[in-house]
């Protein structure tokens, strides 16, 4: 599965693509698709003290951008992308209409890439995949 990620990087961008996209459009996308109203948000799950969605979008992007680019120069690089990705995008919200800055939010985007990086440092760690 490592290699399908690392040889199809494809899956990379189209991924961070979409996720822009969605991100700077004015309203939600996905509630005017599917409630054809781009002020209703889709909720996956109940948020607690971190948005949900974000939490989620970002572990999904977070997997796939470590699976593809899977080398210890790369995988720095791919942490601080992500990191910074998810504070910026979020900043964002300030100046696009239909959107607000949320802390929520914000906490969301970096404990979805935060989990994945602490999971990938203790399977480099202790993981022994070699045999």
């Known amino acids: 599965m490592i290699n399908f990620f690392s040889n199809h990087k494809i899956i990379f961008y189209l991924t ?39 939490f989620y979008v970002f572990i999904l992007l977070s997997i796939i951008s470590f699976l593809s680019f899977n080398k210890l120069g790369q995988s720095k690089i791919v942490a601080i992308y992500l990191i910074l990705l998810s504070i910026i995008l979020e900043i964002f919200h300030i100046i696009i209409p239909e959107r607000s800055f949320q802390w929520s939010d914000l906490f969301g985007n970096l404990m979805g890439v935060i989990i994945v990086i602490f999971i990938r440092n203790l399977i480099n760690k202790y993981g022994d995949f070699n045999k």
């Open 16 to 54: 961070n693509f979409s996720l822009i996209f969605l991100y700077l459009f004015p309203g939600s996308l996905i509630g005017l698709i599917i409630y054809s109203d781009k002020k209703i948000q889709p909720q996956i799950t109940s948020d607690f003290i971190i948005s949900s969605n974000h």
